[in-house]
């Protein structure tokens, strides 16, 4: 038999309802400022972010081994010759002793002075500036009897020198070029300007003894002089 059609929008009606009421319950109306939560991602620590006064090491010797190696092998690959690479690790090293210069200032501004002689300020380089880079100051300084112009500056066992093995074909290499362009870096921006250079004196005892000679510009001399 046919059903009479009009019963179906009364079964309709019945059940529009029920999932109309299921659909508001599944469904907050609302959002209030309890049901969310703020997730927050903790700041990431950055170099910038340390104490510069800290006077602890931050460097392991077995780190800056290994990085000054690579910094010697990537600097044989661009060069011709011993001169040209000595000058390239010269360079890299004024880079690193312009920086060393700032953070030496700011560390010692309340206490520090400002040096006008040339002698005050190697020995500030001989001891404080030595000290805070390679953890020991340098074993001498000396003035040449026959220059009025030049100082030296000796370390018995340098650091750079100590973990390189230099090939026979560049035996006349002497890595601690890196720190004269320290040095060099350190005069410059104290208003010292001068020519620092890195030679090898090996003897029985120090066979690793470097002197690195300090050569000063006219302009500093004819001041040394003025200011006697």
């Known amino acids: 038999m046919l059903q009479n059609r009009s019963s179906y929008p009364s079964q309709q009606s019945a059940v529009a309802p029920s999932l109309a009421s299921s659909s508001e319950k599944s469904i907050p109306t609302s959002l209030t400022p309890s049901s969310l939560r703020t997730v927050t991602t903790p700041r990431k620590v950055t170099i910038y972010d340390r104490n510069l006064n800290r006077r602890a090491p ?25 001169q040209e690479m000595e000058i390239k690790l010269s360079e890299y090293g004024y880079h690193v002793g312009q920086r060393v210069l700032e953070l030496t200032v700011v560390r010692e501004i309340k206490s520090a002075k400002r040096e006008t002689r040339v002698l005050g300020l190697l020995q500030f380089i001989n001891t404080g500036i030595w000290k805070s880079v390679f953890g020991k100051p340098a074993d001498a300084l000396e003035k040449s009897k026959d220059q009025e112009d030049e100082y030296m500056i000796i370390d018995n066992d340098p650091i750079v020198n100590k973990y390189i093995s230099v090939p026979r074909e560049m035996s006349q290499l002497n890595c601690a070029a890196f720190q004269a362009g320290i040095v060099e870096a350190v005069m410059d921006g104290c208003q010292f300007p001068a020519r620092v250079t890195a030679h090898s004196v090996p003897t029985d005892l120090f066979p690793l003894k470097t002197v690195f000679l300090v050569k000063l510009d006219p302009v500093v001399v004819e001041r040394e002089r003025y200011m006697r």
């Not at 800056?64 to 990537?74: C, G, H, I, M």
Request: aromatic fraction near 16%; avoid cysteine.
């Open 58 to 82: 931050e460097l392991s010797l077995a780190a800056f081994a290994f990085l000054f190696n690579e910094v010697v092998q990537y600097s044989q690959k661009n060069v011709k010759g011993i």
